[in-house]
């Protein structure tokens, strides 16, 4: 009996959850994307984020704290970097059209800079590639609430560069595991499909394209406090490179967003629910020791008498 009403007072103090589906009214917010992924073929110093939204605009000046965590062979990390937008310092030559009047002699400076950045540069990634650095891309984007993507890729290089490191597309090895991707706070039950996924390519390569449906939610706690995020879903495809593309391998992650808001409220039992179930058990406990005193009765009884008879014989 004692076991009974503890298992009937643990029912009553588990709280369960009710979901409720209706359209999405919010306007006007951002939409929080942490990313936390390893890309073990591939060094940091040629690794860029990049977000565009569903308009084409490559969205550059936003509220953004990405780091990139310089790894060993071994997966042990060796260095850090900070990047304060979305796409990395470039690695190209960077034109001023409001200085147009720039004489001969400084631009043949500005040139030779170049070659002799791009020279230290393009050894010091092979020295990595032989070393075989990899890198860890993690932190938060803030993008606005409409359709778009986020990829992470070579393309901050300037093509010549990327051409010396690489010698070509098809030598980049976009290898990576996600080891968070998430659209929000987590909230107790979340699932998100993209954790701890592993896509590791061995000799070949090509791009990763992840598309993405974004359904906003908020969840309810018990105490009222009501934790906005986003659930999604995810499907996947690999573009095996060619010879004749011109395109570089990356890992695209294309979402959009759908108009339902789903609202998940936890709810706790009522009292009087638990006192019916409560006097439920009693009964059926009082119930049952009452016909098993009956049944037990009846049967030494039954002994009884049996026993009385063959004396009596």
């Known amino acids: 009996m004692f076991t009974l009403f503890v298992h009937e007072l643990q029912f009553y103090l588990t709280t369960y959850t009710v979901h409720q589906m209706s359209v999405d009214l919010k306007r006007g917010e951002t939409l929080p994307i942490h990313i936390n992924m390893s890309f073990p073929s591939l060094p940091c110093e040629v690794l860029s984020v990049d977000a565009i939204d569903m308009s084409g605009k490559h969205e550059v000046d936003l509220h953004t704290n990405i780091w990139k965590l310089r790894l060993d062979r071994y997966g042990h990390i060796i260095g850090t970097e900070y990047l304060s937008d979305l796409v990395e310092k470039g690695h190209g030559v960077h034109h001023d059209h409001d200085h147009g009047h720039e004489n001969h002699d400084e631009t043949k400076k500005h040139e030779h800079t170049f070659n002799e950045d791009a020279e230290k540069m393009v050894k010091s990634v092979k020295q990595a590639l032989e070393n075989g650095e990899g890198c860890r891309v993690y932190g938060m984007l803030d993008v606005q609430r409409v359709a778009g993507n986020f990829h992470i890729s070579v393309h901050g290089l300037n093509i010549f560069v990327a051409e010396k ?8 090895n976009v290898s ?3 080891h968070d991707l998430s659209f929000g706070p987590k909230y107790p039950g979340i ?21 993405i449906k974004v359904v906003p939610t908020e969840y309810r ?17 690999f573009l095996p490179i060619r010879p004749t593309d011109r395109a570089w391998p990356a890992v ?14 936890e709810e706790r039992r009522n ?5 019916t179930r409560l006097c439920a058990v009693l009964g059926g406990t009082f119930a049952m020791t009452g016909m098993l005193d009956r049944w037990m009765y009846r ?13 009596l014989r």
């Open 252 to 265: 695209y992650f294309l979402y959009d967003l759908s108009p339902i808001i789903v609202t998940i409220k």
């Open 191 to 211: 699932h998100n499909p993209l954790d701890e996924t592993s896509r590791i390519l061995h000799d070949t390569s090509g791009t990763f394209k992840y598309y």
């Open 271 to 275: 009292f009087l629910h638990f006192l």
């Open 221 to 237: 706690y018990l105490s009222k406090r009501v934790l906005p995020t986003n659930q999604f879903s995810v499907t996947e495809y």
């Open 176 to 178: 990576h595991v996600i």
């Open 299 to 311: 049967l030494i009884e039954t002994v009884t008498n049996s026993k009385t008879r063959s004396v």
């Open 165 to 172: 490191i690489f010698e070509g597309s098809s030598h980049v």
